[in-house]
Every structure is written in structure tokens, then in C-alpha cells.
């Protein structure tokens, strides 16, 4: 009997394996018994929404779609639309920092412009990881799209390090996200090698490399395991393609480049804002289904941020300047839009979930993705009434295709407190929470 903790081997180049049944004895974790684990992502978006575009009007499984979510199609049933959660600790503070840094601790950021900074205690995902990450090869995975930015907003006599960073392994240390999809690929596949030529052999033939042992792993697996074998080797090579193709520096047609891309354009980091958003996207996706972590984070972009989304039809500026809309039409509209977008990735991502089987339903069945900003409309920067989707059936604990709309002054960390028990972690409180958020099942 093989081990579901082994790995495919070869030229110093390591694959994990997706979770399988034919393996499922051996399992020394929540998948002992035949059941696979319970992973959770948490997807933040900067800036806030336009509300009228995004709440139902009304609450249960009979509720329409609305402008912003509708993306989601088909995949509504497996999604809720949480409305009514608050953030009362970030009222004190400025109208980005204070919202950021805590959107996964829920607690009072300390106002400061040096080194003392405090975010209030532990995010959601760091606790989550020192419970259940002994039991994979990375505890945590961190993502982002931007650097960190340093220095004063002088403006708020705010930090800007609180506006790079939504996990916190202590409330005075951030941790540090991956900005680069080739890094983020050798953590979860492989390790780095030393020389350039090392490096691009690497790169083109990782699968070669392993081949073999998967050949000889693959008899011993039910036939419905050998399936998904084949599936796995072909989604890492996608990837593993897709990131080749994005970052490659000869191609046939050089498109024009503003300048915050081309001060992004390092080695492994696509040019353009939606391969890089779907790239890393597509990375939790792979580190989900090969058990790598059962954790992971990723900020579409740093607060204040000055992404332009003009790659949109119908869109001419930034995400940062449409959400000071000011009941400006023409720039409502366009808010709108970049919201939708980022609605449609997640949808997208969801149904790379749902498309990988996992026991006896899919992986998505087993996954719950938070997706969510830090504020509601971004011109009041208003902390209440977030918007807040969570995708996935948490190991058939949540029961989704429904809205539900808190009623009064709902702390945000009721829902992590109610994420944490079904990750297996049992505290009395979270953050600001005064019991877990009820009708999730």
C-alpha cells in the first residue's frame, strides 16, 4: 500500500499528490476514514463595491442575482452571499489601513507611522495553519499581486505596510506574500535549482522528470484514481505552461505597456493584470487538489492601490479612483464593472473547483473561499454591511445557494469563528466574535 503523504521523485524536482481513495488507509489525518480534508482560501479585493449593484433584495434560496454577481451563473447554488457582517474595530481608524490590515484579525490596527505597528492579533488563515498544517507540505500559502509598500501615508499618518499585508502570524508580524508565479510553482513543486540552464530545463520538462515514477505508482490505483492521476499531470503542465507563456520575453507581438506594468515586469511576473490575477488563482486551485496546503490567501491587489482597469471595456482609470464615485454616474458605471470582474474570476475559480472530483463529489465540496473587501461602498469607506461571498460546501457543512443578511451589529468574525470549527479548531472566540454565525448549515 502506497502512502497519500508520498511523493512523485525525480532530478530533485517533488510533486504532491492529488487526495485519493486508493490511498485513503494509509492517511494519518481528517482523511483516515475515506474523507478528504477541509481546505480554506481567503480572496480579498480592495475598494469595496457598489452596493446597490451587489446585495439581493431579498434573502433565502429564491433570491435573483444581482448586476455584480451575476457571473456567478451557474454556480449559485454552491455559493452564499453574506450581507450585514460588520468590522466595528475599524470605525476608529483611516478610511483604508485600519480596514485592511484587520480584515482577517477583525481587531483595532494601531495607528503609527514606524516600526510599532499591530494589526491586533492573529489573522483567520494563521491560526487555521498552526492547527492543520503539520499535515501538509506548507502550512500557508500567501499570495499577492503587488510588492509591499513601505514608507508614511502622510496624508492619514498611517504606515503603508498596512495596506500590503491581510495575514498576520502575530498582531506585529505580517506575513510575507508571494507576488511571483514561478516562486510560488517551486514552492508547491519543486525547489529552486542554482543555475539559469538548471533553471529552464526545469521549467520545460518538470513532468518529464517524474514521469516515471508515476508510471509505476499508477497501477496500484482504482481505476477512477488512475483518471484523476492523469488529470493532475495534465493541470500542473497547463499551469506550468501558462506561466512560461506569460512571462517568456520574445513573443511575436510586444503590446503596449503603461508604466506601473512595466515597473512589474520582473522575471515570473506576467505583464498583464488578469493572467497574473488568473495564474495565481489557478495556483491555490493545484495546491488544494494536491494536498500541498490546506490554507491559503491572496490580495487582488494592495489598498490605495493605483491598478488601472482600463484593460475593461467601458473603463478608463483605476479601481481606487471609480470607488470615489461621489454618485458620479459615469463613474458608478465603471465601478460597477471592475466589480464584476472580480466576481467573475472568483466564479471562474469555483468552477475549477467544481470540476475536480474528490471522494464522492468534487473538490469544491470540500473548500470554502471566502471572497470579500474590507469595506462596503468605497466612497463613505464604510467597515458594515461587507460585502462578503463564501464559495464551497466546507466538507458538506454549509448548505449554500442562499443570501443571508445579518441583522444588527454582526461581527465579521462570526463567520470566521463558524470556518475555524469546520477547519477542526476549536477556540472560545475569535477576534471580535461573540459566537459563531448561525443558519450556515
Known amino acids: 500500500m502506497v502512502s497519500r503523504r508520498r511523493f512523485l521523485q525525480g ?33 480579498y479585493f480592495p475598494n469595496g463595491v457598489w452596493e446597490k449593484d451587489w446585495i439581493p433584495e431579498t434573502t433565502g434560496s429564491d433570491y435573483q442575482l444581482t448586476p455584480s454577481l451575476e457571473p456567478l451563473g ?54 487555521m495553519a498552526q492547527h492543520v498544517g503539520g499535515h501538509t507540505p506548507l502550512p500557508s500559502l500567501e499570495l499577492g499581486t503587488e510588492p509591499v509598500i513601505s514608507g508614511i501615508d502622510s496624508n492619514v499618518g498611517y504606515t503603508r505596510l498596512y495596506g500590503s499585508h491581510i495575514s498576520w502570524q502575530s498582531p506585529t508580524r505580517p506575513v510575507a506574500k508571494e507576488i511571483n508565479p514561478r ?80 515597473a512589474m515586469a520582473k522575471p515570473g511576473i506576467p505583464g498583464e493584470f488578469p493572467k497574473h490575477i488568473g495564474i495565481m488563482l489557478d495556483l491555490i486551485v493545484l495546491a488544494f487538489q494536491t494536498d500541498s496546503t490546506r490554507v491559503a490567501s491572496l490580495m487582488f491587489a494592495n489598498d490605495v492601490s493605483g491598478r488601472n482597469f482600463s484593460f475593461l471595456d467601458g473603463v478608463r482609470g483605476g479601481h481606487h479612483e471609480m470607488s470615489h464615485h461621489e454618485n458620479k454616474k459615469e463613474k458608478i458605471e465603471q465601478y460597477q464593472r471592475i466589480n464584476r470582474w472580480h466576481v467573475q474570476q472568483f466564479a471562474q475559480m469555483l468552477g475549477k473547483l467544481q470540476a475536480i472530483k474528490e471522494g464522492d463529489g468534487t473538490l469544491l465540496d470540500n473548500c470554502m473561499i471566502l471572497f470579500g473587501s474590507s469595506m462596503s461602498d468605497g466612497n463613505r ?25 445579518a441583522e444588527g451589529q454582526v461581527p465579521l468574525c462570526n463567520l470566521y469563528h463558524a470556518m475555524l470549527d469546520r477547519m477542526g479548531v476549536e477556540v472560545e472566540a475569535f477576534g471580535d466574535s461573540t459566537q459563531p454565525l448561525k443558519d450556515l448549515a
Open 381 to 405: 469607506h464604510d467597515p458594515d454591511n461587507l460585502p462578503i461571498l463564501l464559495g464551497g460546501r466546507g466538507g458538506r457543512t454549509l448548505n449554500t445557494g442562499r443570501h443571508l443578511a
Open 183 to 262: 516562486l510560488v510553482y517551486e514552492r508547491l513543486f519543486g525547489k529552486a535549482l542554482s543555475s539559469a540552464s538548471e533553471k529552464a530545463e526545469s521549467y520545460q520538462n518538470l513532468l518529464d522528470f517524474v514521469l516515471e515514477d508515476a508510471r509505476r505508482l499508477r497501477p496500484r490505483l482504482g481505476r477512477d484514481d488512475q483518471f484523476k492521476m492523469d488529470e493532475y499531470l495534465d493541470s500542473v503542465r497547463a499551469v506550468e505552461k501558462r506561466i512560461e507563456f506569460a512571462t517568456k520575453g520574445q513573443r511575436d507581438w510586444q503590446p503596449e505597456i503603461d508604466e506601473h506594468a512595466l
Open 74 to 127: 451557474d454556480l449559485k447554488s454552491e455559493v452564499l452571499v453574506l450581507t450585514g457582517l460588520d468590522k466595528k474595530n475599524s470605525h476608529g481608524g483611516d478610511g483604508h489601513y485600519a480596514k485592511t490590515a484587520n480584515f482577517l484579525t477583525g481587531m483595532p490596527v494601531t495607528k503609527t507611522t514606524g516600526k510599532d505597528i499591530s494589526s491586533g492579533g492573529i489573522s483567520v488563515d494563521q491560526l
Open 11 to 43: 532530478c530533485g524536482v517533488t510533486l504532491s499528490l492529488p487526495w485519493m481513495t486508493s490511498l485513503a488507509p494509509r492517511v494519518a489525518s481528517a482523511a483516515e476514514a475515506g474523507k478528504p480534508p477541509v481546505r480554506s482560501a481567503f480572496i
